[in-house]
């Protein structure tokens, strides 16, 4: 007996007045499920909120997981147990860092020539909740990382 396949959903909330950031993850997230359908088991894994903050414009998303799907709101929504505050340039820069096996494998992360690594260290990208959830924040690395 086949399997059956639940499709997997990644909307805005707030439709046309969704914010920028808001607009950016929601297409981020659908290509990179279009491309990579193995991440919706990686999504479906994520039990809280992830707030994305957007440093430049000084706007936030969260996006909050169900096992269809993503909503991402406007603002922070719910007690995301992850924050991340970065700027248009440093979110693509964590879009482009390479993370393997579901999240647990931060392979851009590691490198001493990282960029996001040393935003890090300095603090120019700060990832609250990185050290007290682990796995949720490299799972939500691995959702947002367009390399293979």
């Not at 248009?88 to 820069?93: A, F, K, R, V, Y």
């Amino acid at each position: 007996m086949a399997k059956e396949v639940v499709p997997f959903t990644v909307t805005c909330s707030g439709g046309e007045e969704a914010n920028g950031i808001a607009n950016i993850m929601q297409a981020l997230l659908a290509q990179n499920f279009a491309n990579k359908p193995h991440l919706v088991k990686t999504a479906r894994k994520m039990r809280n909120p992830v707030t994305i903050v957007n440093t430049d414009t000084e706007t936030e998303c969260t996006l909050d997981f169900a096992s269809n799907g993503i909503t991402i709101y406007n603002g922070i929504v719910g007690e995301p147990n992850i924050a991340i505050y970065a700027s248009s340039d440093q979110l693509l820069q964590l879009s482009q860092m390479k993370v393997k096996a579901g999240g647990k494998l931060p392979v851009g992360l590691l490198s001493p020539r990282s960029p996001v690594l040393r935003q890090l260290i300095a603090r120019q990208i700060i990832i609250k909740g990185l050290f007290s959830h682990w796995f949720a924040s490299m799972r939500t690395l691995a959702l947002i990382s367009l390399a293979d």
